[in-house]
């Protein structure tokens, strides 16, 4: 009886912590729009998530530390409960991220006409994938698909690296006097990536929880 | 006998967090004088800490995971450890922090004669005090302390934003033909603030820890 309700309980905490990862994955795909559009209006309604992303998080470490304390579970189970307390926190963090880009994008929208084009929508897309397979690998325990998570991550390194390039030229160009656009432009970029960084994260969790060993720092590559 | 097996367990615990946020202060020490003499040699020499840091952190939440499996503490104890493991977390990333500040240090000494001055030792210096009163708020697990953590964090944010308007104005002022040197300016006073965030974390956590009541997503301003 007391295993079955353990049972029940790491299913519990197992749905809440994909509930989350669905409201955080949505906020991500929305602001994949809200940078395409510069959506001053979405923008605003997806920095609303956030609030919820924060008290789902405090539930969930809530609900790790009395099962911990009621179950005294070990092994896997005690393995699987950290994860979810350290996957927890990255999820709640790339909402942060989301609400960062939320800003700028208000930022740069204030513009009739962007003086400077430019194109994150593949970038975007590739972080979005990340946050997707990650939680994925996590449901699954698929350490195939955690992989793939971090070599998207390098993928993404690059795109920031080569968005910081394209931007320091044009700015250097005298492509438009409106440094903060520039700057803006700039940072968006960087919180892109930064969001990858915490779907690399929660991909390292899964695999440490699979294989049993640590390949943070970049330790598989 | 397990009782004080248990307690000896936990000072074991306790003092490898401290010699880990030792080893990741002496980092932002001395990446505060690295900046301000914009010294190649010492950022290399502080990228080497790096590993060390990468080190400590698994050997710290396996000893965390080894303690709750083995002894199942609950209540003050087992939320101890939880923090133990998200505050081990928070100081290695700072240290990652460490390391991006080096990198760009590297990248603007690069230039003979530096072409805009600038000054980010107060910003350096409360970062540091930050991270040195999170970690004395948790060995002495004093919640004034912890408290005023998070006011200096609010400090730190201004002077952020305060380097970002002078930067962006000594760059639309045309003060220096070299974009990429303000934008290496730019970020490092974004990785101090980032650090200080971390603090931030931890002096949270800390706080949690004594009141039992969580005060992350800003709910004490």
Redesign the interface.
Known sequence: MIVKHFQRELDKVKKMILSLGALVEQGVHRIKAAIEERNVVLARDIMRLDHEI?EM??EI?EEC?KI??LH?P??AD??FL?AV??IN?DLERIGDQVVNIAQRVQQIAKQPVAPYQFDYSVMAEKAETMLRMSLDSLVNQDLDMAIEVLKLDDEVDKLKNEA?DRI?QA??DGAT?D??YM?NL?LISRHIERLGDHATNIAEEVIYMIEGE?V??GKLD
Chains 1, 2 share one sequence.
Do not use: P
């Open positions: 924060d998080e405090v470490e530390l911990i304390a005294q070990v092994a005690l393995r950290i307390v350290k926190n910081y320091k700015m250097a006097k440094i903060g700057i700039l640590i943070r720092h």
